[in-house]
């Protein structure tokens, strides 16, 4: 499909977009690095070397009015021409991208997940949410108070570093694991909320003191693992205390009571089976988000069918990710209320109009005889949802990795992410991304009769995907390794590691938590306490 048939969209009309009540999608394609340093308001983030595998989820009706942009619009048109071949029928480009939106002085923001970042910066104020500084829990902790240190986080973000004795339970599983934590710990205990930043404690700390937990019995820690270290104590590394208890019976219903509550109180329709195929059913003409906020496990085991995985604490953490189509339903479920409802109650408090809790959950749909589906929710694990790769995979050669370590190329292409890269690649092999592909193979790769293998880390989709790109540019002996880097590791083979060759600093990557340096946490912790206040900040993920 030629570049010239792909709509533009200028700034006035998508100025109409943001300011309207119908749904539509603004998708910025770029890399995260140069999303954070300046972006339109309401752009949600998914690079080009990532919209194969995202769109399904992100933009599931495809009627969608869709409105792409890059700095200046060429990636863009290419990302256009991805989601129209795949059969999106409403998609178009804004004209002069990012940059000519900064020149005809329209809004931008900086920051990643600024949405729910400035929401925490709110309800921080709007509620007197209390906090603790670093230096008073580390004095508590030293004369031996009480206290039970939360951390909010996924539970890798907890393994990598935290709090020391702190114990992971995600921002989601707080409210159904609260009343068995403060039991086993005693009335008189201390409850400390923390994330690596703000969002997550100011967010932890406020349910819990929306279900009654008294002055000074909770309190969110001012600025999270950042803060701590900053403040010039040691994190803990590699903490196992991850388990999470099945709840007792009076923990689920004490859950389920406050659930139910703050869903009265916030306008959350609790939709019974029937609503839910109803809404369901309009998945055919409309968007409608469907989404378990349950932990991994229990999302793996069985889940609705059509539902993507994003547990509760993440899916108010990157609420711009979840609903990328602005005004569209978002159904929320769990296995009962307590954490679709909660989770429903903030998108509310955000603004949301259109949102709902599944009332029973899975256990209603399997009361009333109907299935659930099993499976992990990761792209790469539905490879029948990722556009182009069966067209890529049958229409590009394919290697093992007994035949590209017998006769290796001329060049190896590494195509995934400069951190995949840098984690271990085949020796000799060059980074570079598939976002930009078309831009940079032929400093790469000297001529169309090179023989060429394209590499990644995901089984080999990124790299079937790179590989066809490649072959309508017209090289013409272009081959992937099937399986990716785990193929190639399972033999024992030679790997390489480092960013070998890079010279640039990869866009693809933002510092966040431990990676940032001191300077850039003091930078980050500004820009997130003012967003209370609109203010903007170069920062980095959070």
Same mark, same amino acid.
Request: proline share 5%.
């Given at each position: 499909?030629?570049?010239?048939?792909?709509?533009?969209?200028?700034?006035?009309?998508?100025?109409?977009?943001?300011?309207?009540?119908?749904?539509?999608?603004? $998708?910025?394609?770029?890399?995260?690095?140069?999303?954070?340093?300046?972006?339109?308001?309401?752009?949600?983030?998914?690079?080009?070397?990532?919209?194969? !595998?995202?769109?399904?989820?992100?933009?599931?009706?495809?009627?969608?009015?869709?409105?792409?942009?890059?700095?200046?619009?060429? %990636?863009?048109?290419?990302?256009?021409?991805?989601?129209?071949?795949?059969?999106?029928?409403?998609?178009? $480009?804004? +004209?002069?991208?990012?940059?000519?939106?900064?020149?005809? /002085?329209?809004?931008?923001?900086?920051?990643?997940?600024?949405?729910?970042?400035?929401?925490?910066?709110?309800?921080?104020?709007?509620?007197?949410?209390?906090?603790?500084?670093?230096?008073?829990?580390?004095?508590?902790?030293?004369?031996?108070? %009480?206290?039970?240190?939360?951390?909010?986080?996924?539970?890798?973000?907890?393994?990598?570093?935290?709090?020391?004795?702190?114990?992971?339970?995600?921002?989601?599983?707080?409210?159904?694991?609260?009343?068995?934590?403060?039991?086993?710990?005693?009335?008189?205990?201390?409850?400390?909320?923390?994330?690596?930043?703000?969002?997550?404690?100011?967010?932890?700390?406020?349910?819990?003191?929306?279900?009654?937990?008294?002055?000074?019995?909770?309190?969110?820690?001012?600025?999270?693992?950042?803060?701590?270290?900053?403040?010039?104590?040691?994190?803990?590394? +590699?903490?196992?205390?991850?388990?999470?208890?099945?709840?007792?019976?009076?923990?689920?219903?004490?859950?389920?009571? !406050?659930?139910?509550?703050?869903?009265?109180?916030?306008?959350?329709?609790?939709?019974?089976?029937?609503?839910?195929?109803?809404?369901?059913?309009? /998945?055919?003409?409309?968007?409608?988000?469907?989404?378990?906020?349950?932990?991994?496990?229990?999302?793996?085991?069985?889940?609705?069918?059509?539902?993507?995985?994003?547990?509760?604490?993440?899916?108010?953490?990157?609420?711009?990710?979840?609903?990328?189509?602005?005004?569209?339903?978002?159904?929320?479920?769990?296995?009962?209320?307590?954490?679709?409802?909660?989770?429903?109650?903030?998108?509310?408090?955000?603004?949301? +109009?259109?949102?709902?809790?599944?009332?029973?959950?899975?256990?209603?749909?399997?009361?009333?005889?109907?299935?659930?589906?099993?499976?992990?929710?990761?792209?790469?694990?539905?490879?029948?949802?990722?556009?182009? !790769?069966?067209?890529?995979?049958?229409?590009?050669?394919?290697?093992?990795?007994?035949?590209?370590?017998?006769?290796?190329?001329?060049?190896?292409? !590494?195509?995934?992410?400069?951190?995949?890269?840098?984690?271990?690649?085949?020796?000799?092999?060059?980074?570079?991304?598939?976002?930009?592909?078309?831009?940079?193979?032929?400093?790469?790769?000297?001529?169309?009769?090179?023989?060429?293998?394209?590499?990644?880390?995901?089984?080999?989709?990124?790299?079937?995907?790179?590989?066809?790109?490649?072959?309508?540019?017209?090289?013409?002996?272009?081959?992937?390794?099937?399986?990716?880097?785990?193929?190639?590791?399972?033999?024992?083979?030679?790997?390489?590691?480092?960013?070998?060759?890079?010279?640039?600093?990869?866009?693809?990557?933002?510092?966040?938590?431990?990676? /940032?340096?001191?300077?850039?946490?003091? %930078?980050?912790?500004?820009?997130?306490?003012?967003?209370?206040?609109?203010?903007?900040?170069?920062?980095?993920?959070?």
């Amino acid at each position: 499909m030629a570049l010239n048939v792909i709509r533009e969209c200028d700034g006035e009309q998508l100025s109409a977009l943001l300011d309207g009540d119908r749904p539509f999608a603004l $998708v910025d394609v770029r890399e995260p690095a140069e999303y954070n340093a300046a972006h339109i308001p309401g752009a949600s983030l998914i690079p080009r070397r990532r919209l194969e !595998f995202e769109a399904r989820r992100a933009l599931p009706y495809m009627g969608v009015e869709i409105v792409l942009c890059d700095e200046s619009g060429r %990636n863009a048109f290419r990302a256009a021409e991805t989601l129209t071949r795949a059969g999106y029928s409403s998609v178009s $480009v804004l +004209k002069g991208g990012v940059n000519r939106w900064a020149a005809d /002085r329209r809004p931008t923001e900086w920051g990643v997940n600024v949405p729910s970042k400035a929401f925490g910066e709110r309800i921080e104020v709007e509620h007197d949410v209390p906090t603790i500084s670093a230096d008073e829990l580390h004095d508590r902790m030293e004369r031996g108070d %009480n206290l039970v240190i939360l951390d909010t986080r996924t539970p890798e973000e907890f393994r990598r570093l935290c709090i020391p004795g702190g114990r992971s339970v995600p921002g989601g599983e707080l409210a159904l694991r609260i009343t068995d934590i403060r039991a086993s710990a005693g009335e008189d205990a201390t409850v400390v909320v923390n994330c690596a930043g703000r969002t997550r404690s100011i967010i932890g700390a406020r349910l819990l003191q929306r279900m009654g937990m008294g002055a000074g019995r909770v309190y969110g820690l001012e600025n999270g693992t950042a803060g701590w270290g900053l403040a010039g104590y040691e994190l803990e590394a +590699k903490a196992d205390r991850t388990d999470l208890p099945e709840p007792s019976p009076d923990g689920a219903s004490a859950a389920e009571r !406050f659930a139910r509550r703050i869903a009265e109180e916030d306008g959350v329709e609790l939709v019974d089976v029937a609503g839910l195929r109803d809404l369901m059913a309009r /998945r055919e003409t409309e968007t409608v988000y469907l989404v378990d906020v349950r932990m991994r496990a229990e999302y793996e085991a069985g889940h609705i069918p059509g539902c993507s995985w994003i547990p509760g604490g993440q899916a108010v953490q990157t609420a711009d990710a979840v609903a990328v189509v602005h005004n569209a339903p978002i159904v929320f479920v769990c296995d009962g209320v307590s954490r679709s409802a909660i989770a429903a109650s903030w998108y509310r408090q955000m603004g949301h +109009k259109h949102v709902y809790a599944a009332d029973g959950g899975t256990g209603a749909w399997t009361r009333a005889r109907l299935e659930l589906e099993s499976g992990g929710p990761a792209p790469d694990e539905r490879l029948e949802e990722v556009i182009g !790769f069966e067209a890529a995979r049958a229409g590009v050669r394919a290697v093992g990795p007994d035949e590209l370590a017998s006769d290796p190329p001329e060049v190896a292409l !590494f195509v995934g992410a400069s951190a995949e890269f840098a984690n271990g690649h085949v020796p000799g092999a060059r980074w570079v991304s598939r976002g930009v592909l078309e831009d940079e193979a032929g400093a790469a790769i000297p001529g169309f009769e090179t023989p060429v293998v394209a590499i990644c880390d995901d089984a080999g989709v990124s790299a079937a995907l790179a590989a066809a790109t490649l072959s309508g540019m017209g090289y013409r002996d272009v081959a992937w390794l099937d399986g990716g880097m785990q193929a190639w590791r399972a033999g024992g083979r030679p790997v390489e590691t480092g960013l070998t060759g890079v010279m640039a600093s990869p866009l693809d990557v933002l510092p966040s938590g431990s990676d /940032r340096s001191y300077g850039d946490m003091i %930078n980050y912790l500004r820009w997130e306490t003012a967003l209370a206040g609109d203010a903007g900040h170069p920062s980095a993920e959070g």
